[in-house]
T-cell receptor, first 109, second 117 residues
Framework: GENVEQHPSTLSVQEGDSAVIKCTYSDSASNYFPWYKQELGKGPQLIIDIRSNVGEKKDQRIAVTLNKTAKHFSLHITETQPEDSAVYFCAAPYEKLTFGTGTRLTIIP | DGGITQSPKYLFRKEGQNVTLSCEQNLNHDAMYWYRQDPGQGLRLIYYSQIVNDFQKGDIAEGYSVSREKKESFPLTVTSAQKNPTAFYLC????????????????FGPGTRLTVL
């Protein structure tokens, strides 16, 4: 099966600075890597995903990079804003999606 | 307005009682999932269903049961055999795995918070 490790578990950054969250996975057959954002008391929402045929994907202030050789992928948030404060989860599949343990991101005004 | 609905939002149960959590989707998705979320932990898969009338155990199925009689609905029953049922329960749905095993986005419901008194 798949094993997904996510770091750090908590992250505080000054508003306007960048935040980076990293995940590693174990199964070299994994080919889809989503990132979810979960606000307090709500269900997770997909914010960006990447498939194994590309190394980077951007969507405005959010980007995801994938290194298949090293089996890790990262979420990058630039120009952080207070509304970016949430818990972020990565995931990787084998037969089913396996989620990381989450990163609580706090943006300091 | 398409999406996934879960009800109720909050649920209280006495020890020894079974309780059923509702999950409905109108996204025409084939696959549906139930996850459990505990504080400081990720999402752990309880059960999933790729097609009507078929479902598989996830990583923590003990003490839970499901049914998938309709494409739109995937109710989860938390039985008295589940020793520590207090948690946040999330339902999700997605399109069926594409050819070659390519995954589709999972859409999550708003969750049900179950508390055992």
């Amino acid at each position: 099966g798949e094993n997904v490790e996510q770091h750090p578990s908590t992250l505080s950054v000054q508003e306007g600075d960048s935040a980076v969250i990293k995940c590693t996975y174990s199964d070299s057959a994994s080919n889809y890597f989503p990132w979810y954002k979960q606000e307090l008391g709500k269900g997770p929402q997909l914010i960006i995903d990447i498939r194994s045929n590309v190394g980077e994907k951007k969507d405005q202030r959010i980007a995801v990079t994938l290194n298949k050789t090293a089996k890790h992928f990262s979420l990058h948030i630039t120009e952080t804003q207070p509304e970016d404060s949430a818990v972020y989860f990565c995931a990787a599949p084998y037969e089913k999606l396996t989620f990381g343990t989450g990163t609580r991101l706090t943006i300091i005004p | 307005d398409g999406g996934i609905t879960q009800s109720p939002k909050y649920l209280f149960r006495k020890e020894g009682q079974n309780v059923t959590l509702s999950c409905e989707q109108n996204l025409n998705h084939d696959a549906m999932y139930w996850y459990r979320q505990d504080p400081g932990q990720g999402l752990r898969l309880i059960y999933y269903s790729q097609i009507v009338n078929d479902f598989q155990k996830g990583d923590i199925a003990e003490g839970y049961s499901v049914s998938r009689e309709k494409k739109e609905s995937f109710p989860l029953t938390v039985t008295s055999a589940q020793k520590n049922p207090t948690a946040f329960y999330l339902c999700a749905s997605s399109g069926r795995l594409a050819v070659g095993g390519s995954y589709n986005e999972q859409f999550f419901g708003p969750g049900t918070r179950l508390t055992v008194l």
